[in-house]
């Protein structure tokens, strides 16, 4: 009997060690691949096999399954990643050209970013008084940063997403490359995820696919109606949980990484860069 | 050095001209001629003796907290100047295309009216929360190596806002050295706008 039951709990042992330990990005979904026939060209996120799959994911898909998927791997606590200010579409755009590939950003409106208005007219401004032809912001050739050589590495030799999340997570904890403060998460690790998906996405707008729809529900909203003298507002808030970055969370209720700047001005209070999440704290979400 | 300097801007603005037949910058000196890209500026003096500045920037107790006075040198290393280095500037270093003279006020100011040959970079476009603050840095001459910057080519600058109780230009200076541009290549023109005006020196609407 003793016997017997030592001998199952070691069984028990094994499994949970086994689930414990086993690769975190195990459990994900279809691989995400764009098909890109307009330049003759296909970009691949292969899966845990190394098969490389045709048509193009729908991206609503894959901006709803974002945030909870993304492979996690704990590691200690207080390292702190390297950041730099390169927006996520840069980013993304430098692989995509790193794979062959000439991705127009798409230009966002006065609406959507503001902040890229303002730094167009700062430049035309320039570029009126030096005489120079100055690069636009929608057109910059950014030099490729060491995160996007490594990342285009990667892809080219058709690694999967855990294996790219370790990679970059690696390099980031030896401080050897920088990368956009949104990719930070609440843990100080790097969110390979929203960068992945933000690549598939732009290939695929690039490629005539429509641009990801907006979440439906968001994961973990709390939302609150405030009365007020006239009228009733709502409020929307989110808690930060482990893992979080500002990017997914974007993603998460926006389904466009390029909308992080909304929530990060709604709690400048609070938060004092965008890679300053922390576990458990209360953003306010502003309506898109 | 900060009062006598209100009080020299005020004396000259409205009492000096009053004697004079003719209101130049100096003596022997009634107007700057200066290309700024491929447009020709003019800067002169209002001939009117009589004239008074009414409106926003006549005011002379703005609430503070807000628009509290500001350093002439809002970080180190940064040079404070007046107006006539400033009309220097225009004709030495933006003719040259080696410098720009920086307009820090938000947009909705900037169109009222600027200094000319003023290039608009709003404060918060320089700030290092803009995404994009980095693609202003190469449009000055900045050039991106591993992992920061190489201001060795970069562009002198001279910044100004509204004026002595106005933080936007401060802002902008502090938002540059704090990305790294050499403070040896920024000048600040705390007077601003205001006291361009009280001068009587001539503003562009863009």
């Known amino acids: 009997m003793i016997r017997s039951v030592a001998a199952l709990f070691v069984f028990a042992v094994i499994l949970c060690g086994y689930i414990v330990l086993r690769p975190s990005g195990a459990g994900r979904s279809a691989p995400a691949t764009a098909d890109m026939t307009a330049n003759s060209a296909t970009v691949t996120r292969a899966a845990q096999s190394d098969t490389i799959l045709a048509p193009v994911m729908p991206s609503a898909q894959l901006t709803n399954s974002a945030v909870i998927q993304a492979p996690r791997r704990t590691i200690a606590p207080g390292a702190r990643v390297p950041t730099d200010k390169t927006g996520m579409d840069t980013t993304a755009a430098n692989v995509l050209a790193g794979l062959g590939l000439t991705v127009v950003q798409n230009p966002t409106s006065a609406n959507d970013d503001p902040m890229r208005a303002m730094t167009a007219g700062v430049l035309s401004g320039i570029g009126a008084v030096t005489g120079k032809t100055l690069t636009t912001v929608n057109q910059t050739p950014t030099p490729a940063t060491a995160l996007e050589m490594l990342v285009v590495k990667a892809l080219k030799e058709g690694q999967n997403d855990a294996y790219i999340d370790t990679l970059v997570n690696e390099a980031a904890a030896a401080g050897n490359i920088t990368v956009p403060e949104i990719l930070v998460t609440s843990d100080g690790r790097v969110d390979t995820y929203v960068l992945l998906s933000s690549i598939i996405t732009q290939a695929t707008i690039a490629a005539g696919g429509a641009a990801p729809a907006v979440p439906d529900r968001p994961e973990g909203v709390e939302v609150r109606m405030v009365q007020r003298a006239t009228q009733t507002e709502q409020y929307r808030f989110y808690t930060v949980k482990r893992g979080d970055s500002l990017g997914a969370i974007a993603v998460n209720f926006y389904g466009n990484v390029r909308k992080y700047n909304l929530i990060y001005e709604a709690n400048r209070s609070t938060l004092s860069s965008p890679n300053d999440l922390r576990v458990g704290q209360r953003l306010t979400i502003p309506d898109a | ?206």
């Open chain 2, 1 to 206: 050095m900060r009062m006598y300097f209100g009080i020299t801007a005020v004396v000259i603005g409205l009492a000096g001209p009053a004697l004079a037949q003719d209101v130049q910058i100096t003596d022997g000196f009634a107007t700057a001629n200066v290309t700024v890209g491929t447009t020709q500026i003019t800067i002169s003096r209002s001939q009117d003796t009589n004239a008074v500045i009414s409106g926003e920037f006549a005011k002379t107790s703005r609430p503070c907290p807000e628009f509290c006075i500001q350093p002439m040198i809002p970080a180190v290393g940064v040079t404070p100047v007046g107006e006539l280095e400033l009309i220097t500037f225009l004709q030495e270093k933006v003719d040259a295309q080696t410098g720009l003279l920086i307009d820090a006020r938000v947009p909705d100011w900037f169109d009222k009216g600027a200094i000319p040959g003023a290039i608009n970079v709003p404060f918060a476009a320089l700030a290092a929360e803009n995404p994009y603050q980095s693609e202003i840095l190469r449009a000055l001459g900045a050039v991106v190596i591993d992992g920061g910057f190489d201001f060795s080519g970069a562009m002198s600058l001279m910044v100004y806002g509204n004026g002595p109780w106005d933080a936007q230009g401060s802002r902008a200076v502090q938002a540059l050295v704090a990305a790294g541009y050499p403070a040896s290549l920024i000048q600040n023109y705390r007077g601003g706008l205001e006291d361009w005006l009280h001068l009587g020196l001539s503003t562009v609407r863009p």
